[in-house]
């Protein structure tokens, strides 16, 4: 898996790049689905019960369907090209990073990548990540949530138009929620990927030649790597997406009422006092789907990737 201490893999820092960049384009286009309606569920201040009369969104077959008939099988890919960028230069900088990071690591204290050094390097790496490719994460949530009324017709036009209308910080609304969430997740993520296979995966995928686990177990490891990530900072992620999308509520025609807050504390505060607790919960359940399909795939094809690479090299 990442970090590649037992088998010695030299890779320059741009295949490393590469690989992450593979990842995340393969990745992301196959899970778009997911992620819009994990954002519809996130943003939708009415119920997401069967039960409910005023809900747009209820459930998630229910979600798809009406999502299909309203908006075709684009709608399920809305704001994709965004989603194509966020992870392409997530993907780049956090695994460029967290490889150069490591490596430098056993070289300056001459062990070998430890437990603390992936999680101290992953959070380093997730953190700069986000930052940089931040911008695209705000374009995406607006596009899906705008549906058929297009506020933003193209991905430039949405960036142009928010730092004309907002200015600049409006590109990185929503960074402070996401930078306390993605700083632990990274590194819990990372920490899982290194230890996971040395639990209980072995035995249910065999080493290969090399020294690392088989595709099977690197999804395996990798889905529960993913979910037990995503799980430990949820409700900043709910908070994250309403943050972004303050500002733009007059575009969200369609979808019910409209949630104004300000900062992170009030979008908790409010959250819970007019939604109850289990709000900050919303969209959980695709979110936890995606959460271990995207992890599993992420570092599975940025691991097949890198040995790729070693063997055309």
Not at 79 to 92: C, E, Y
Not at 129 to 152: E, H
Not at 206 to 228: D, Q, Y
Request: glycine share 10%; aromatic share 12%.
């Amino acid at each position: 898996m990442v970090g590649y201490d037992e088998k010695k893999i030299e890779l320059t820092a741009k295949e490393y790049a590469f690989a992450g960049a593979n990842a995340g384009i393969i990745t992301r286009f196959l899970t778009q689905p997911l992620d819009v309606l994990k954002i519809r569920f996130q943003l939708q201040v009415e119920p997401l019960t069967r039960s409910s009369r005023i809900s747009k969104y209820k459930t998630l077959l229910q979600a798809s369907s009406t999502i299909l008939k309203e908006e075709g099988i684009k709608g399920l890919w809305r704001g994709h090209n965004s989603g194509q960028l966020l992870s392409i230069t997530f993907g780049v900088v956090q695994f460029s990073t967290f490889e150069t990071l490591t490596a430098y690591s056993e070289k300056l204290f001459s062990s070998h990548r430890s437990l603390n050094s992936h999680f101290i390097c992953g959070t380093a790496a997730g953190t700069l990540a986000t930052i940089v490719s931040f911008p695209f994460d705000v374009t995406r949530t607006r596009f899906v949530a705008q549906g058929n009324y297009k506020a933003y017709g193209m991905m430039w036009e949405g960036i142009v138009l928010m730092v004309k209308h907002e200015g600049p910080t409006a590109l990185f609304k929503g960074l402070s929620p996401t930078l306390i969430q993605v700083a632990p997740q990274s590194g819990v993520t990372f920490v899982s990927i290194k230890t996971l296979p040395q639990w209980h995966f072995r035995w249910l995928s065999k080493e290969t030649e090399g020294g690392g686990l088989k595709i099977s177990g690197n999804l395996i490891a990798g889905s529960v790597a993913g979910i037990f990530g995503k799980l430990s900072i949820y409700p900043l992620d709910v908070a994250k997406k309403r943050l972004q999308l303050q500002g733009f509520q007059e575009n969200r025609r369609g979808f019910g009422e409209n949630f104004t807050c300000q900062g992170l504390i009030n979008c908790v505060f409010k959250t819970v006092k007019k939604e109850g607790f289990t709000a900050l919960f919303k969209g959980l359940v695709p979110s936890m789907i995606k959460a271990a399909i995207t992890t599993a795939m992420y570092f599975t094809i940025y691991d097949e990737t890198c040995k790729l690479l070693t063997l055309i090299k």
